[in-house]
């Protein structure tokens, strides 16, 4: 009698040997692998098929899709929030720029371009942008004064060929701010009439009206400031300069500061109508000495005591203001006069974008150093007419020792994750929320119908018999 096997609620029981089961698991996995497989093709041919149909779709208006800022992580623009800007408002006091010195935040884009050709123009070293110029300084503070006559803006004639020649473009894109200074290159050639912008001619400052201060805005402006792919340090002044607001200082609170200007320049045996080496040779001193040192954090200055006298006598030790104010009143106890500039001083290129994003950390102070005609030398930078020199020159000193250079390998990492998040979100806003229909026949149909013409020629014969 033949034995039945037991059944079960549903049929006979299986019994399951272990090659049964490992070929069950094989069978599972391989139906797994195929799965992802599959849903890992249809992914990347659903991405590819819309990236072709986003480009290639005609755009009929402008397209908005707001503003993807991967830093902030939001989908709004940022138009409604100006930021705050140190030391800009015409009057600086000693310790005011330290409050920028951390801040990441983006002030503007600039990028240059051959006015000529419209093609970018590289730029080498660093790129100072001004903001304001100051001229009095008393008890710490510096403060605007008028130090000229008036000095007319600039336009470009379109007859002018030999200025066109030498001009670079420098096309801004400011970010709101809570302030109406316009940072550029100088010194500055207008290129159209901008009702949204305003000049002081005594001052020589370049504003916006309040109204723009809490929006984007972009700003076209021409230079001839620059030399061989560099932003000259020497140009020619526009005009005649009065002197007396450039040689003011409080000799009987700087006697220190004096004494060791004095010092300096007597062992450097330069003689005294050497303006441009003299001012060079204190600037080298305070950069280079290895006496001063660079530091972003504040310091305890002497009470009772003008904060510059305490920095070079006892304390030698400050952030760009310190350094530019020393140098600004060393010159004028030399008889040289001088101004303070403060704005911004870019050194970070963005290859992707083609600009330099310039942050609140960027804040900077530096020195002008007015040169009058007979102290001139032979060898003048740049392309300017000779008459453009009839009125002297400024000079331009950075006498701050280069902080980037006591970076930890933190800093570095943290900046360039920074950067690399900013290109993306360029790339978001230039070819996602940006692609209008101008940009699309630029960017896709242009290069497309060029390709599709090369092609073409293939089909005719007169084009291989002139092979």
Not at 253 to 261: C, E, F, I, K, N
Not at 434 to 444: I, Y
């Amino acid at each position: 009698e033949q034995a039945v096997p037991p059944r079960g609620p549903s049929g006979p029981e299986t019994s399951w040997t272990p090659v049964a089961r490992a070929r069950s698991s094989a069978g599972r996995a391989a139906v797994g692998a195929e799965f992802w497989r599959r849903i890992a093709g249809i992914t990347l041919t659903a991405l590819l098929v819309g990236a072709v149909v986003f480009l290639v779709f005609p755009r009929f208006g402008g397209l908005d899709l707001g503003s993807f800022d991967l830093l902030q992580v939001v989908w709004a623009s940022a138009g409604q929030r100006p930021g705050k800007v140190a030391g800009f408002s015409g009057t600086v006091q000693l310790g005011e720029l330290e409050d920028a010195l951390d801040n990441p935040e983006r002030v503007l884009d600039i990028a240059f371009f051959d006015h000529g050709t419209g093609q970018p123009y590289p730029v080498q070293g660093s790129v100072y942008l001004r903001g304001a110029v100051l001229a009095h300084y008393g008890n710490g503070s510096w403060k605007e004064e008028v130090f000229g006559p008036t000095l007319p803006l600039t336009y470009l004639n379109p007859s002018d060929d030999a200025m066109a020649a030498v001009l670079v473009q420098q096309r801004i894109s400011m970010e709101p701010l809570d302030n109406d200074a316009v940072f550029c290159v100088w010194p500055i050639v207008a290129l159209r009439r901008d009702l949204r912008l305003w000049y002081d001619p005594q001052r020589a400052r370049l504003g916006r009206q309040v109204s723009t201060r809490d929006r984007r805005i972009s700003v076209l402006l021409g230079t001839m400031a620059f030399a061989d792919g560099a932003q000259a340090d020497l140009v020619p002044s526009a005009v005649p300069v009065n002197r007396g607001p450039l040689l003011a200082w409080p000799s009987e609170a700087l006697s220190g500061l004096a004494r060791t200007a004095d010092e300096w320049l007597d062992r450097s045996g330069l003689p005294e109508n050497d303006v441009i080496g003299r001012a060079r040779f204190l600037e080298s001193q305070l950069r280079d000495s290895g006496q001063f040192e660079y530091s972003p954090a504040s310091q305890q200055r002497g009470a009772g005591m003008d904060p510059v006298e305490d920095f070079v006598v006892y304390n030698p030790r400050g952030h760009c203001e310190y350094f530019a104010t020393a140098l600004a009143l060393m010159l004028r106890s030399q008889g040289i006069p001088s101004r303070v500039v403060v704005g911004y001083r870019c050194d970070q290129y963005d290859f992707l974008g083609e600009l330099y994003r310039v942050r609140q950390s960027n804040a900077h102070a530096w020195v002008e150093a007015y040169v009058a005609p007979p102290c001139l030398p032979a060898a003048r930078p740049g392309q300017h007419p000779a008459a453009s020199w009839s009125c002297g020159a400024w000079l331009r000193l950075d006498p701050t020792p280069c902080s980037w250079e006591n970076d930890t390998g933190v800093e570095s990492l943290a900046r360039g994750v920074r950067n690399w998040l900013e290109r993306l979100d360029l790339f978001w806003a230039e070819y996602v929320a940006g692609l209008s229909g101008a940009r699309q026949r630029e960017m896709v149909y242009r290069p497309l119908v060029a390709r599709l013409a090369g092609i073409g020629r293939l089909a005719h014969g007169a084009w291989w018999q002139d092979m």
